[in-house]
Nanobody, 126 residues
Framework: QVQLVESGGGSVQAGGSLRLSCAAS?????????MAWFRQAPGKEREGVAR???????AYRDSVKGRFTISQDNAKNTIHLLMNNLKPEDTAMYYC???????????????????WGQGTQVTVSS
């Protein structure tokens, strides 16, 4: 069983920054897990934003490259998502996700992940 708890969402103006965190519990290390951030805007499908393997290999969706940074703190079983230069189109509920083993090839699809957090809202105003 894996539990994920997100924090750090909020409301900012365009161009601002937010840092999301995801604390994972009930496993000793996430070296053997793929961790990812997803987001879902109203009326839209959930989409993968960024993912990190247990070995620290990272991937981003194109629309956030150069603005978002995913990182992991192995000692605290926590991953973060630093979001800079936020845009109104980044407004969404952001979810942390985990899947045992290597990151799926189709990591950007929600069905690739078994464990999910409750989500944290990010609102960017123009």
């Amino acid at each position: 069983q894996v539990q994920l708890v997100e924090s750090g969402g909020g409301s900012v103006q365009a161009g601002g920054s937010l840092r999301l965190s995801c604390a994972a519990s009930y496993y000793t290390t996430h070296r053997n897990y793929c961790m990812a951030w997803f987001r879902q805007a109203p009326g839209k499908e959930r989409e993968g934003v960024a993912r990190v393997t247990g070995d620290g290999l990272i991937a981003y969706r194109d629309s956030v490259k150069g603005r978002f940074t995913i990182s992991q703190d192995n000692a605290k079983n926590t991953i973060h998502l630093l979001m800079n230069n936020l845009k109104p189109e980044d407004t969404a509920m952001y979810y942390c996700a985990a899947e045992a083993g290597a990151c799926p090839f189709a990591w950007g699809r929600p069905r690739s992940f078994h464990y999910w957090g409750q989500g944290t809202q990010v609102t960017v105003s123009s």
